[in-house]
């Protein structure tokens, strides 16, 4: 099956900072990459994914990008606020249904 | 819209008693997922619905896991009998299909 890790665990960046996630991949045949942000207490929440007909998504601040050939994406914060302050989780698919999860990496901006 | 809804939020039991988590997925969504998380072993997908039929319970840890969808709109995650290494954050999330998925706002079980 497909297994997904994701580095680093836990990163601490200053405000205003970029921070950047990654995550790699087993199965070739993944072709869905979402990336989700969990604060304390709530469930995650899909903030950006990519699928693998595409090298790079923008939506503001964040961006992803996949690199098929060497099976790894990752995950760009620019800017970064307090409020980006959370645990993201990257996940792959090939079928639209399981999702393999990464272990998580908890951020935390410094004011 | 509302999302996907959850009941209820915490839950503490003691060993031995039987408990189920309810889901509500998005209307309109036709598949229905229940997750477990926990510190160790992370986010593990226990099992999937598409149009309310179960696809694969292979996540399910053993037979006290039992899971239902009766309908479009609800779904169950029962445990009987509990016990305290059952004690996680159970989430319950939905897909209108394709790749998206929405989680919900999830369940936290404490069995003492």
């Known amino acids: 099956g497909e297994n997904v890790e994701q580095h680093p665990s836990t990163l601490s960046v200053q405000e205003g900072d970029s921070a950047v996630i990654k995550c790699t991949y087993s199965d070739s045949a993944s072709n869905y990459f979402p990336w989700y942000k969990q604060e304390l207490g709530k469930g995650p929440q899909l903030i950006i994914d990519?699928?693998?007909?595409?090298g790079e998504k923008k939506d503001q601040r964040i961006a992803v990008t996949l690199n098929k050939t060497a099976k790894h994406f990752s995950l760009h914060i620019t800017e970064t606020q307090p409020e980006d302050s959370a645990v993201y989780f990257c996940a792959a698919s090939n079928t639209g249904n399981q999702f393999y999860f990464g272990t998580g990496t908890s951020l935390t901006v410094i004011p | 819209d509302a999302g996907v809804i959850q009941s209820p939020r915490h839950e503490v039991t003691e060993m031995g008693q039987e408990v189920t988590l309810r889901c509500k997925p998005i209307s309109g969504h036709n598949s229905l997922f229940w997750y477990r998380q926990t510190m160790m072993r992370g986010l593990e997908l226990l099992i999937y619905?598409?149009?309310?039929?179960?696809?694969?319970d292979s996540g399910m840890p053993e037979d006290r896991f039992s899971a239902k969808m009766p309908n479009a709109s609800f779904s169950t995650l029962k445990i009987q009998p509990s016990e305290p290494r059952d004690s996680a954050v159970y989430f319950c999330a939905s897909s209108p299909g394709g790749d998206t998925q929405y989680f919900g706002p999830g369940t936290r079980l404490t069995v003492l």
């Open positions: 619905f598409n149009n309310n039929v179960p696809i694969d």
């Open positions: 990519i699928r693998s007909n595409v």
